[in-house]
């Protein structure tokens, strides 16, 4: 399978990042996907309020642009959170991406919260597969012609790396879909903890105490892992990274019921790639230096690929298995992990 790779190296404005994006819209064959008058809906996260390092309107400007040139109606689209935050319902979702720059003015095309106002609006999707029969997908996505994933690549807390597939199964399902996919997750404190709070206070359900250290209660927790997150000791972990594992298999197994009979295609930005999603409302370092953007008509080629630009030694800020992504994904027909890598 083929995987094209725009560097972000240039010596004059035909080799400016602009114009390599529209190429790459073309060596995809856009064009030959998009019938006219196609709803296009571009899966894109929009960063956290403080998080700086989410994907740069400009970039998806050319997208957008190029989906026009090829008679096809764009939007920008993503789903309402399960943790608390400023994208946990359709209108603090909405000022949120105001915010970071996703405007009509900046990006060309309208922005639509893929599961409405409260995270409901959803179409069940049957996938018979190893954790779930029916997958529950965010309307507008689900109701989409064509979807094209535009990923940012960076680290994640509970599934050590966030690119393509998590962007597309993760962030495609509806609220009660994400609580679905972490449904395993049962974070606990450990030696570190200093009993200071900020998970109790980061809970979205309230399911912790705070005593000599923080103390979870099961019954309650939903597995959002959003105390993993907020930790400023990195104290919470998760029992065992088969919890780890097993999540990143029903991300899988939502990726493939979202894309079940869709047109698609993938692009993953290689830059300011952090140990930390953007769903953090912070940035922190990058890892490595800016790569460039890589694009590819099967997600697993493309992560994959990724991986392999990114270098496995620059991941090692996680313990946790990211080659699930790529073992499963190709086991149950998503795509696959060999690729030819074509600069362009």
């Known amino acids: 399978m083929k ?21 790459l819209c073309d060596l995809l064959k856009l064009e030959e996907k998009i019938e006219k008058g196609d709803l296009v809906a571009l899966k894109v996260h929009f960063g956290e309020l403080g998080n700086t390092t989410f994907l740069r309107p400009v970039y998806v400007r050319a997208i957008v642009d190029r989906i ?32 970071n720059g996703f405007v009509p ?45 535009l990923s940012h690549f960076k680290g994640h807390a509970m599934t050590g790396i966030g690119g393509t597939l998590k962007n597309i199964g993760m ?19 450990n030696e570190k903890c200093i009993a200071c709070g900020i998970c109790a206070a980061n ?52 990726a493939y019921g979202v894309l079940k009979d869709k047109k698609y295609a993938f692009f993953n930005f290689l830059m300011d790639i952090t140990p930390h999603c953007d769903c953090v409302p912070w940035s922190d370092h990058s890892v490595v230096k800016d790569i460039g953007i890589a694009a590819s008509n099967d997600p697993i080629a ?22 699930v992504f790529i073992e499963y994904g190709e086991k149950i027909g998503l795509g696959t992990s060999k690729y030819e890598l074509i600069e362009c």
């Open 203 to 254: 809970c979205p359900v309230h399911a912790i105490t705070v005593r000599e250290r923080a103390v979870v209660d099961y019954n309650i927790c939903i597995g959002c892992g959003e105390c993993i997150t907020a930790c400023p000791q990195r104290a919470m972990r998760t029992e065992s990274n088969q919890t780890n594992e097993t999540l990143i298999e029903k991300i899988d197994e939502y």
């Open 68 to 99: 026009r040139d090829y008679g096809g109606k764009p939007f920008l689209t993503d789903a309402n959170t399960l943790y608390r935050g400023m994208r946990s319902n359709a209108v603090d979702h909405l000022n949120c991406a105001i915010r």
């Open 302 to 323: 493309l992560e994959k690929a990724s991986i392999d630009l990114v270098g496995e030694e620059n991941l090692k800020f996680t313990s946790v298995n990211y080659r």
């Open 171 to 189: 962030g495609s399902g509806d609220r009660a879909g994400k609580q679905q996919m972490h449904a395993n997750i049962k974070p606990y404190a």
């Open 105 to 149: 003015e900046v990006v060309g095309c309208p922005v639509i919260i893929a599961d409405g106002l409260r995270g409901n609006e959803r179409r069940e999707i049957e996938v018979n597969l190893k954790h779930f029969r029916k997958v529950r997908v965010a309307s507008a996505i689900a109701e989409s012609d064509l979807l094209i994933g």
């Open 3 to 23: 995987v094209y790779l725009a560097r972000f190296k240039a010596k004059s404005r035909d080799e400016n990042m602009l114009n390599k994006i529209s190429r």
